[in-house]
């Protein structure tokens, strides 16, 4: 790939490229091969030092996935695929370590589904229209927040199955949002607790949009100690996943739902060398 910046003036600059990629597949069933160029340009403009509006357009190639074993096709490697994106968006410093932004997206992506053979295949086209918000910074020395949120209308455009026109793809959320806090312990150098909420609005079990499944929110609890050890600066840190061991299913599609995981203690450590 070739990627440039160019600086037109102190507020204006433009960035561009172009990506070449040469994707091979092979699979018990399927060998496949596909040459892709794919273009992205950039508008940049800084009204103040803290404020950058942009606009951009992007392609890129990506996998449309393998058939499950329970399609008639089982295995098989679906052909890449080209998507593209529009974006809009601003972001802004408007304290002392606080960056916020917001962004509007349009993307278009092949989609698939399953045909009357009860093959999996690509069958036209889907798009995801939304806004997504987002702020992150440091309240004072002690406490950091991180916020999100997408608001999206996802759509089947195009399609070879006419129930599925129009319709919600599988598994895409209209809504999600999250929010992390840390907080650093002053009298304790280094020792630093966290908590996060995450949660995800409903999600068709398929194109057809025959069902769904509930939106959920999930708690995860955490801490982490950063000191010095065997003459190196370590770093142990301890996370409980869905602390309120809530059930739920994580995902849907290609006639399946997933388990989402039980409550779960993960705890690790890093030794800076």
């Known amino acids: 790939y070739a990627f440039d910046r160019i600086l ?42 803290a404020t950058s509006v942009y606009a951009s357009y992007i392609e890129g190639v990506e ?17 890449p695929a080209v998507n593209k994106q529009i974006e809009l968006g ?36 889907s798009r995801y229209k939304g806004f997504e918000f987002a702020g992150t ?19 089947i455009t195009s399609t070879t199955v006419a129930a599925e026109l129009d319709k919600v793809p599988e598994n895409a959320a209209k809504f999600t949002a999250s929010i992390f806090a840390e907080y650093r312990l002053a009298s304790v150098p280094g020792l630093a607790f ?4 995450y949660y995800i609005g409903k999600r068709a079990v398929n194109n057809a949009n025959q069902a769904w499944i509930p ?9 982490r100690y ?23 299913w994580s995902t849907a599609g290609n006639g399946l739902l997933g388990v989402g995981a039980p409550r779960t203690l993960r705890v690790a450590a890093k030794f800076d060398l």
Do not use: H
């Open 8 to 49: 037109l003036s102190e507020q204006w600059q433009v960035m561009g490229g172009v990506r070449r990629s040469d994707y091979q597949s092979t699979s018990a069933t399927t060998n496949y091969t596909a040459d892709e160029t794919s273009p992205s340009v950039s508008l940049l403009f800084k009204p103040t030092p």
């Open 63 to 79: 996998e449309t996935g393998q058939a499950p074993a329970n399609r008639a096709n089982a295995g098989e490697m679906l052909a």
């Open 90 to 125: 601003v972001k802004a410093e408007v304290a002392q370590g606080l960056l916020v932004q917001a962004a509007y997206f349009d993307v278009k992506r092949p989609s698939t589904t399953v045909d009357s053979l009860n093959r999996f295949v690509l069958a036209g086209e």
């Open 137 to 155: 910074g440091e309240i004072n020395k002690q406490w950091s927040v991180v916020g999100s949120m997408l608001v999206m209308d996802p759509r």
């Open 194 to 197: 966290n908590a996060g909420y």
């Open 215 to 223: 939106g959920v929110g999930l708690f995860s609890l955490g801490t």
């Open 226 to 248: 950063r000191t010095r050890m065997f003459g190196t600066t370590a770093t142990i840190q301890a996370n409980l996943d869905n602390a309120a061991d809530k059930d739920y």
